[in-house]
Structures are given as structure tokens and as C-alpha cells.
């Protein structure tokens, strides 16, 4: 990974950061949440440094430690009351334009695609369609939240579609990396991905991602009786 440009690295970590802030906002400015996701990120960030994820070979996979410790807590948070409640009490306009930062994520993936540490297929160029949402979120915070001109099942809707759309692509570049049950792109598999600080997509971006729609989709079906 030592050949790619380094802006590549810093806009990747500019978007993490901007991903926690935005997540942040929508938590009331929750210290306790903050202080979680930036213990968690350091935590990766030693890991990853050390090469502990570049290892592909082993089953199950190293990997999983990446995006399993968040989808357990995100499991938790909606098979507990306390976590239900917690989900009810985060702002919904603000889980909605956290999705702007899938459009930096993208652009990085395509610059990994021509640095070859991702194939094709996990880009905008092949199977990824994921950069929709990112570039459709500014217009669903600003005339859902704003103007007020969109229906909540509108709203709905649409985190719908863009929750396909990101386990569309999660699929493909899981399948992509070399991984034992890899199945796609052999001849440039998703490397980036097993990389510091590109470790921080499975760990710490795509979890929020997911739970802000798993948890707007939520917000929305509990309020149907308002949908239009």
C-alpha cells in the first residue's frame, strides 16, 4: 500500500471524521458515544498498523473482528427496550445527511481502483451503485427536513433503497477481497480493505451507515400513522 498517493489516505480519514461528527450531531452531542467511536477507532488503528488484518488465510477470517463488534452492539441496541429507546431519541434529519460522506467514499474507492488495491466491480465504474445515495441525501435533508416537502413514506422509501444499495456493494467487496470464499476479481482483489486506515470502512463508516438507515427505517415505520 506504500505506492498510493497519500491524499488519497488523508480524504479517507477527513470522512471517517466527518462521518463521527455528523453521527454525533444526530446523537444530541452524546460525549459517551463520541468517546466510544474514537476509543474504537484507536483501538483499529493499532491493530491494523500491526498487520494483523493483511493476514487473509485464516477461516474465519481476521477480518470479521473489523465490522462484527459494531453489528453486535447495533443487534443489541434493537433487541433491548433501553436500546429501542435509545434509536427513538436520535435525530432523524441528521442520520439522513450523514449519507453525504458515501460520495468521498466512493471517489476513494475509485482511486483505489487505479492504484489496483480494489477491483473495478467495487466502484461507481462497475457494480457500485452506492454513490446515489450519497449525492440524493443532500436533497432528501433539505426538502424532507427543511422545506418540509417530502412524505415521511417518501423518506422511507428511500432509505430503503439506498440500505440495498450499500449491502449491494458491502457484498461485492467482501466477496472481492482474498478471503478463502473470495469469489470475484482474483486478479485484483480488494487488498485496500485488510489496510490501515482503510480498515476504518468496515469497522467504523459502513456500521454508522447501516444503523442510521436501520434506525430512521425504524423512526418512520413507529410514526406510519403520519405517513402521506
Not at 112 to 136: A, C, H
Amino acid at each position: 500500500m506504500q505506492n498510493l498517493p497519500q491524499y488519497i489516505s488523508i480524504i479517507f480519514c477527513l470522512t471517517t471524521f466527518v462521518t463521527i461528527a455528523i453521527f454525533y450531531k444526530a446523537t444530541s452531542y452524546s460525549k459517551p458515544i463520541l468517546a466510544i467511536l474514537l476509543i474504537w477507532l484507536t483501538i483499529q488503528t493499532f491493530v491494523g498498523l500491526s498487520g494483523f488484518y493483511t493476514i487473509t488465510n485464516t477461516i474465519p477470517p481476521r477480518f470479521l473482528l473489523l465490522p462484527l463488534p459494531p453489528l453486535v452492539v447495533i443487534m443489541g441496541l434493537f433487541a433491548t427496550k433501553k436500546g429501542r429507546n435509545y434509536i427513538d431519541g436520535l435525530d432523524l434529519k441528521y442520520l439522513t445527511l450523514l449519507h453525504i460522506i458515501r460520495i468521498p467514499v466512493e471517489l476513494v474507492l475509485f482511486w483505489l481502483f487505479v492504484y489496483k488495491t480494489v477491483p473495478q466491480l467495487v466502484t461507481f465504474e462497475g457494480r457500485n451503485y452506492d454513490i446515489l445515495s450519497g449525492l440524493s441525501a443532500p436533497f432528501i435533508f433539505y426538502f424532507g427536513f427543511i422545506k418540509n416537502k417530502l412524505s415521511k413514506k417518501s423518506i422511507l422509501i428511500w432509505n430503503c433503497i439506498c440500505l440495498g444499495l450499500l449491502l449491494n456493494v458491502v457484498a461485492n467487496v467482501v466477496l472481492s477481497a482474498p478471503f478463502p470464499f473470495q469469489k470475484f476479481a482474483f486478479d485484483q482483489p480488494a487488498i485496500a480493505i485488510v489496510y490501515f486506515p482503510f480498515i476504518w470502512l468496515p469497522s467504523c463508516i459502513v456500521p454508522l451507515v447501516l444503523f442510521s438507515h436501520l434506525a430512521s427505517i425504524r423512526q418512520l415505520l413507529k410514526n406510519n400513522q403520519n405517513l402521506a
